[in-house]
């Protein structure tokens, strides 16, 4: 039987809407069973306290609970894998940071690629780092600080959290920018770096504000800068280290990623509700008691941010031929 045209047209009409329809219920129904976020760091430490926080707030929200998963080891790249590996329907998430666009070029054989392997979901929150040294240090001052280390070259020691490791690359993003050269000294995470450098056994490091801020307050360690693009509301005294090294900017990060080809209907309902959850007074409280602030913004932005991000560091890590340890 030949059908009208005017039906004909009607019907393909209702048809081509029936994919949009099921999109839009399943984004409304989802999640219809816990959802794991996976963390590839420790329990306790501040990428995890930054799921826990934003996995409490969905669970509440959405319904279902968003359970916190540790899978600590190889700098994050086994939790990263983990979630990459699964199926890509919302139900495994990973807590993207800094790191991942780091062990873009730190690894050479890593078995995913991070930027083509995840889809962004929604930054978080970022932070900067605290350039400090040891009160006997004969320096007040980035300046004062370039010019002795120039003048006394490979003296210096500088501590960090490991190789490839935040602290690291700051400090080597630091002599590349400058021209300065230090002695690196790895340790095997930030607070035996953070303890020898209150010693005096290193002179230098680079360490996020949240483990340095009280030893800074209370005259044990000297703040020469930050390393935010301005500086901190936690130390407002205390220059940027861009102030003196135009361009110099270095955020410790992190955010919510899927694997790629994860539903994009549920993306965009994870990200609502995530920039929903960075807009609330006592989120946003919380997270500035961490020495943090917002990034919030879509998907799309914050994949560009990720890919900005991988593409920096692989110039620092290639200029100071970084290798994990």
Known sequence: MKLPRRQFLHLAAGAATVPALTRIARAQAYPTRPVRLIVGFAAGGPTDIAARLIGQWLSERLGYSFVVENRPGAASNIATEAVIRAP????????????????????????????????????????????EVTPAFPANSVSEFITYVRANRGRVNMASAGSGSMPHIAGELFKMMTGTEMVHVPYRGSGPALADLLGGQVQVMF???????????????????????????????????????????????????????APAEIIDRLNREVNAALSDPVMKGKIADVGRTVLAGSPAEFGKFISDETEKWAKVVKFANIKPE
Not at 120 to 129: D, F, I, M, N, R
Not at 241 to 254: L, M
Request: glycine residues 10%.
């Open 88 to 131: 890509a329907d919302g139900y495994t998430l990973l807590q993207a940071t800094v790191s991942n666009a780091i062990n873009a070029s730190l690894y050479e054989r890593l078995n995913f690629d991070f930027v083509r392997d995840t889809q962004p979901v929604a930054g978080l929150y970022s932070g900067p780092l605290i350039m």
């Open 207 to 261: 360490d996020p504000v949240p483990s340095s801020i009280e030893h800074v307050r209370s005259g044990k360690l000297r703040a020469l800068g930050v390393t935010g693009a301005v500086r901190s509301p936690e130390l407002p005294d205390i220059p940027s280290i861009g102030e003196f090294v135009p361009g110099y900017q270095v955020s410790s990060w992190t955010g919510v990623c899927a694997p790629r080809g």
